[in-house]
DNA sequence: CACATGATCGCCT
DNA sequence: GGCGATCATGTGG
């Protein structure tokens, strides 16, 4: 039985939400019935108005930020380069715009062997998320997170954010997260966790 | 309305 | 390591 994370989980520190969600599924049920999913390996914190490298910084409202501004647990998807999307969670209670971006995954269910989602714009794409999805409740029927695996302090690794080359003082902070440890060896149980 | 740019990727050297 | 693709979004006039 899956069990979806509750909706404090969204709302606590992102630096803390976007560590604890290495390890977990990430479910789409794409338009056509295909359930696609995945297990989270790296991800991203943007922390908000104060936080350069954020869409919301200095509390910008534009249309594309809006989702940002409501309670912890929606998904904020947004379109760049042109080609590509990525999917983001939204974190901490409405009004504190803060997310984390999820940039890799292991695929899981339901996807091609052999397709890539190690990238924001790829995962996006394996599992069939583009603005459709913008905004949606993360535990929700159509999309949602469940717990799987849990990974110790040891196997994760912290590094500076990628692409912010814009964000000023915020270029080094250490907000990108990653499972260190080799999935294949994780393998084992993430077979027995699954279904 | 016009323009500049980007939370990326894949291909090139 | 560099660069082009390709367009939504934000900003300014």
Redesign the pocket.
């Known amino acids: 039985m899956e069990k979806r994370l509750p909706k404090e989980f969204f709302l606590q520190d992102t630096i803390e939400v976007a560590v604890q969600l290495l390890g977990k599924e990430l479910v789409h049920v794409h338009p056509d019935g295909r359930r696609l999913s995945g297990i989270i390996t790296e991800t991203?914190a943007?922390l908000g108005a104060d936080d350069p490298?954020?869409?919301?910084f200095g509390y910008?409202r534009?249309?594309?930020?809006r989702i940002?501004y409501q309670p912890g647990g929606l998904a904020?998807i947004?379109?760049?380069?042109?080609?590509?999307h990525?999917l983001?969670v939204v974190t901490r209670p409405a009004e504190e715009p803060e997310?984390?971006?999820i940039?890799g995954l292991h695929p899981l269910r339901g996807l091609d062997p052999g397709i890539?989602t190690?990238?924001?714009?790829?995962?996006c794409r394996a599992l069939g998320l583009s603005?459709d999805q913008n905004g949606l409740d993360l535990r929700g029927d159509q999309l949602y997170l469940s717990e799987n695996t849990t990974f110790s302090d040891e196997e994760i690794e912290s590094s500076p954010?990628?692409?912010?080359?814009?964000?000023e003082d915020a270029i080094e902070w250490p907000l990108r997260f990653r499972v260190r440890t080799s999935l294949a060896t994780k393998n084992q149980s993430l077979k027995s966790a699954k279904r």
Do not use: Q, W
């Open positions: 991203e943007y490298a954020c869409h919301s910008r534009t249309d594309r930020t940002l904020y947004y379109f760049i380069y042109g080609m590509h990525c983001n997310a984390v971006l940039r890539k190690d990238g924001p714009g790829k995962l603005r954010r990628v692409g912010i080359d814009y964000a």
